[in-house]
């Protein structure tokens, strides 16, 4: 498995944005589909987007379609998501996540093996 450490979380007024990245350890990254998901106090963890091993595949939420964008650095081993339009009910621990698997076969947390520790995103109004 490969072990994921995300960064640049922080707190950003509404219509703000910001940029996550995922460094992942291992040689085999391109190999592992990638997601991003979040989860806010008292509410379950849920999808926010994810990307194929070659980064040519990305799916979004409905809800961050436009807003949000995923994408990855093979070479550097590293997710990202740029965050844009910030909304104050953006606001949640954001986690990066990986699966062995090229293709992103599924949205579900639960497909997901790898983990980061999350960051932290509060959006001001």
């Known amino acids: 498995q490969v072990q994921l450490v995300e960064s640049g979380g922080g707190l950003v007024q509404a219509g703000g944005s910001l940029r996550l990245s995922c460094a992942a350890s291992?040689?085999?990254?391109?190999?592992?589909?990638m997601g991003w998901f979040r989860q806010a106090p008292g509410k379950e963890r849920e999808f926010v987007a994810a990307?194929?091993?070659?980064?040519?595949?990305?799916y979004y939420a409905d809800s961050m379609k436009g807003r949000f964008t995923i994408s990855r650095d093979n070479a550097k081993n590293t997710l990202y998501l740029q965050m844009n339009s910030l909304k104050p009910e953006d606001t949640a621990v954001y986690y990066c996540?990986?699966?062995?698997?090229?293709?992103?076969?599924?949205?579900?947390?639960?497909?997901?093996?790898?983990w980061g520790q999350g960051t932290q995103v509060t959006v001001s109004s």
């Open positions: 996540a990986g699966r062995p698997g090229a293709s992103v076969s599924s949205k579900s947390p639960d497909t997901f093996s790898s």
């Open positions: 291992g040689r085999t990254f391109s190999s592992y589909a």
């Open positions: 990307i194929s091993g070659s980064g040519v595949f990305a």
